[in-house]
């Protein structure tokens, strides 16, 4: 079953006087439990593929198809509900609140969506590692824990898609792999379905699935495993 259909996406961004033209005519679909990496030169338009397909960008035309359902014609308030509950971020800066624990920044999206479910917090933070952490605060602990806390953080309303723009870019390579093998714990153990952009190509051990991006094109698409 597909999660996510994307159809003849282009995107540009325009000024006054003149229009780029970032994505040219992308079409994919990601299969329930795929492991997609995307890589690409900087400038590409990886993150910009990202944004567009997760809805948190708007696109110039083509077509998104979450789970059968066009991203285009649904409304604020459903689209907010799918970021909220059916859709999990991780990006490259962790993007925690500093004043807020490792604990509270978790049940933090739980709350936004409607339910701090301790124990499911809890949980979670012990199957991460996290547990005996849970009090301190983001700029006491190294930047691995940072990127694991914000992975449970994405995971908190139990989404079906977990979207990642590089991940492991500020990470150490010890770091990085410990993070990769979260990633790869949430889709070998929890099913999920997973999206990441990243510079690396000794990422793609983790994934089924690989798209070459250049000059906003798609350049190789192909299933690893
Ligand atoms: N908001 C914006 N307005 C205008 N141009 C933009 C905007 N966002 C991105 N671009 C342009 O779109 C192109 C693709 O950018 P994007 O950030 O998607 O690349 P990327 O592949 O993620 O690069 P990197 O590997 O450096 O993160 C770049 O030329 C960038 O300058
Ligand atoms: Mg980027």
Redesign the pocket.
């Known amino acids: 079953m597909s999660v996510l259909e994307v159809k003849n996406l282009v995107?540009n961004?325009s000024?006054k006087s003149f229009t780029?033209n970032?994505?040219k005519d992308l079409s994919f679909t990601i299969e329930k439990g795929d492991f997609l990496v995307i890589t690409?030169?900087?400038?590409?338009?990886?993150?910009?593929?990202?944004?567009c397909i997760s809805g948190l960008?708007k696109i110039t035309s083509g077509q998104i198809l979450f789970e059968g359902e066009d991203l285009a014609s649904i409304s604020n308030d459903k689209m907010s509900e799918l970021r909220k509950k059916h859709i999990g971020f991780v990006f490259q800066a962790y993007n925690l609140l500093p004043n807020l624990t490792l604990y509270e920044n978790v049940a933090l999206a739980g709350i936004i969506a409607g339910d701090e479910n301790s124990k499911r917090i809890n949980e979670l933070l012990t199957h991460f590692n996290l547990i005996d952490y849970k009090n301190y605060f983001p700029n006491q602990v190294s930047g691995g824990m940072q990127q694991r806390c914000a992975i449970v953080r994405s995971l908190i309303n139990d989404p079906e898609i977990i979207f990642a723009?590089?991940p492991t870019g500020n990470l150490d390579s010890k770091s990085g792999e410990e993070v990769m093998k979260t990633f790869q714990f949430l889709h070998e153990q929890y099913g999920k379905t997973i999206v990441m952009?990243t510079?690396s190509l000794d990422h793609l051990k983790y994934a089924n699935r690989h798209i070459k991006?250049i000059d906003?094109q798609i350049i190789n698409d192909e299933r690893l495993s």
């Open positions: 995107k961004y000024t780029t970032v994505l690409g030169p900087s400038g590409s338009g990886k993150t910009t593929l990202l944004n960008e723009d590089e952009v510079h991006i906003g």
